[in-house]
Nanobody, 122 residues
Framework: QVQLVESGGGLVQAGGSLRLSCAAS????????MGWFRQAPGKEREFVAV????????WYADSVRGRSTISRDKAKNTVSLQMNGLRPGDTAIYYC???????????????WGQGTQVTVCI
């Protein structure tokens, strides 16, 4: 049974940093894409960053490119998202995803985590 468990969300001031982690179990996902998506109140879920299960390549949404880094630890079977220079507009529930199939005009993944709240205040 596949499980994705996120951690690391919280309340942070604008300009601060957070590191989100996702622990995967039930599959190694070595040959699949994993990623992070987010959903703000009243908005649709959107792509943030995607990484191949082997660690490369990576893709980023324009809104976070240059401020965020997605990484993969195959030994621990985790995927992380380091976010710097956080803005109030980054406030959302962040979801870990595995076996990602789409992330541009539509999003899709085989498995989703429960999500972790990130709130950025001024």
């Amino acid at each position: 049974q596949v499980q994705l468990v996120e951690s690391g969300g919280g309340l942070v001031q604008a300009g601060g940093s957070l590191r989100l982690s996702c622990a995967a179990s039930g599959d190694t996902f070595s040959n699949n894409l994993m990623g992070w998506f987010r959903q703000a109140p009243g908005k649709e879920r959107e792509f943030v960053a995607v990484i191949h299960g082997n660690g490369q390549p990576t893709w980023y949404a324009d809104s976070v490119r240059g401020r965020s880094t997605i990484s993969r630890d195959k030994a621990k079977n985790t995927v992380s998202l380091q976010m710097n220079g956080l803005r109030p507009g980054d406030t959302a529930i962040y979801y870990c995803a595995a076996k990602v199939t789409h992330w541009s005009t539509k999003i899709g993944a085989g498995f989703w985590g429960q999500g972790t709240q990130v709130t950025v205040c001024i």
